[in-house]
């Protein structure tokens, strides 16, 4: 899968200090607060935008697991979604 730019992007993650572009790029993504509930309750979220490869497509098909690498000390709260967060969706009654 490959980070991609999409237009809520407003931040720039650049690659750590001595890393080559093979070990890492460059990522866009959204740094803000969105809402977590129907409350309008908010949270502080950082967001990138991944667009999947054929051949990632035909491997999720398969069943295969996607792997969440995040180089960092410690895990943070994350997550995985095919849905916009920019994008209001319909609330269901």
């Given at each position: 899968m490959l980070p991609i730019n999409f237009p809520e992007k407003n931040f720039v993650y650049t690659k750590p200090e001595g890393w080559t572009d093979e070990q890492c790029g460059d990522l866009d993504v959204y740094k803000g607060q969105v809402a977590i509930d129907e409350k309008g309750n908010t949270a502080h979220t950082i967001?990138?935008?991944?667009?999947?490869?054929?051949?990632?497509i035909e491997a999720i098909n398969q069943g295969k697991p996607i792997f969440l690498f995040i180089t960092a000390i410690g895990?943070?709260?994350?997550?995985?979604?095919?849905?916009?967060?920019?994008?209001?969706?319909?609330?269901?009654?």
């Open positions: 967001i990138s935008c991944w667009q999947p490869s054929k051949e990632d895990q943070p709260p994350v997550s995985m979604s095919t849905e916009n967060p920019f994008i209001q969706q319909p609330q269901t009654t």
